[in-house]
């Protein structure tokens, strides 16, 4: 059975950094996509970062691009969001979520697990 944990969230002020793990265990898709997804209060989930198991490649949302960065270990067992230069619009529960293929799509269908979240919040 495929889990995902979250950890590393957390409050910080506006201009602090912030490292989300996400720790995979179970069998699993060896080149699978591995996202962080964020859910603000009131608002609907939406898409932070991916990186493709196929080729490392990655994607982030033009509202963090620039501040966040994902990576993986080299065993693709644990994923990371190194979140900078935070401001009080990333406040959301972040999700990590693993798909069942190395496409990394943006929708939340695309993808079949996910972690139970970790809350992250940014005060100015």
């Known amino acids: 059975q495929v889990q995902l944990v979250e950890s590393g969230g957390g409050s910080v002020q506006a201009g602090g950094a912030l490292r989300l793990s996400c720790a995979v265990s179970g069998y699993i898709y060896s080149r699978r996509c591995m996202a962080w997804f964020r859910q603000p209060p009131g608002k609907e989930r939406e898409g932070v970062a991916t990186?493709?198991?196929?080729?490392?490649?990655?994607w982030t949302a033009d509202s963090v691009k620039g501040r966040f960065t994902i990576s993986q270990d080299n065993y693709k067992i644990t994923v990371y969001l190194q979140m900078n230069s935070l401001k009080p619009e990333d406040t959301a529960m972040y999700y990590c979520a693993a798909a069942n293929s190395y496409y990394c799509g943006g929708r939340i269908d695309e993808y079949n697990y996910w972690g139970q979240g970790t809350q992250v919040t940014v005060s100015s």
């Open positions: 990186i493709s198991g196929l080729d490392g490649s990655t």
